[in-house]
T-cell receptor, first 115, second 118 residues
Framework: DAGVIQSPRHEVTEMGQEVTLRCKPI?????LFWYRQTMMRGLELLIY????????DSGMPEDRFSAKMPNASFSTLKIQPSEPRDSAVYFC?????????????FGPGTRLTVL | AQTVTQSQPEMSVQEAETVTLSCTYD???????LFWYKQPPSRQMILVIR??????QNATENRFSVNFQKAAKSFSLKISDSQLGDTAMYFC???????????????FGAGTILRVKS
């Protein structure tokens, strides 16, 4: 199994530009999570989907952020327009629920730098 | 809302020695899961160990074990026979046990940087 795949691994952009982060969950998993990691706020959940439906988006910071999951094998997190304070590592994780262990499998993350 | 506190920003240990990382949490839930994740310099998040709150027995995974004190809301991680490859950031995390068919989020602590010295 290839694990959770995220692209790009690194993204450098200028303030005001649109940024799209991509995630392919593990095949067969039905839940997908987007987390953000910063020095100031640590690791925090942005949004999660179950069976492609957004369940909890209370962590999405503002309207500049949007996430979609058009099918079971693909999700995007878009920031438009981007700002320097969006610089962070963005993780995608997937799991199969309900399950006995509730483990979330993380992708390698996308390091975003907004200049 | 649940909170997770890791009071040790950094720790160091000699190779082959034992080290304990602390974690406390605050919740009104009676049933939940607790996790320790490891994040090495590669930044990959790796699950180290998991504990179900309804289980009294402490979880163990090879050199890793936990001391789960439900009444005290404490969940420490003990690493025995520390190895250089254990050098990483360690995160304690909490997950509610409800509506599992809809998934649930992990609430993370701030992390503890562990350095294993040779």
């Amino acid at each position: 199994d290839a694990g959770v795949i995220q692209s790009p691994r690194h993204e450098v952009t200028e303030m005001g530009q649109e940024v799209t982060l991509r995630c392919k969950p593990i095949s067969g998993h039905n839940s997908l999570f987007w987390y953000r990691q910063t020095m100031m706020r640590g690791l925090e959940l942005l949004i999660y989907f179950n069976n492609n439906v957004p369940i909890d988006d209370s962590g999405m910071p503002e309207d500049r952020f949007s996430a979609k999951m058009p099918n079971a094998s693909f999700s995007t997190l878009k920031i438009q327009p981007s700002e320097p304070r969006d610089s962070a590592v963005y993780f995608c994780a997937s799991s199969f629920l309900p399950s006995g262990n509730n483990e979330q499998f993380f992708g390698p993350g996308t390091r975003l730098t907004v200049l | 809302a649940q909170t997770v506190t890791q009071s040790q920003p950094e720790m160091s240990v000699q190779e082959a020695e034992t080290v304990t990382l602390s974690c406390t949490y605050d919740t009104s839930e009676s049933n939940y899961y607790l996790f320790w994740y490891k994040q090495p310099p590669s930044r990959q998040m790796i699950l180290v160990i998991r504990q179900e709150a309804y289980k009294q027995q402490n979880a163990t995974e090879n050199r890793f074990s936990v001391n789960f004190q439900k009444a005290a809301k404490s969940f420490s991680l003990k690493i025995s026979d520390s190895q250089l490859g254990d050098t990483a950031m360690y995160f304690c995390a909490f997950m509610k046990h409800e509506a599992m068919e809809y998934g649930n989020k992990l609430v993370f602590g701030a992390g503890t940087i562990l350095r294993v010295k040779s």
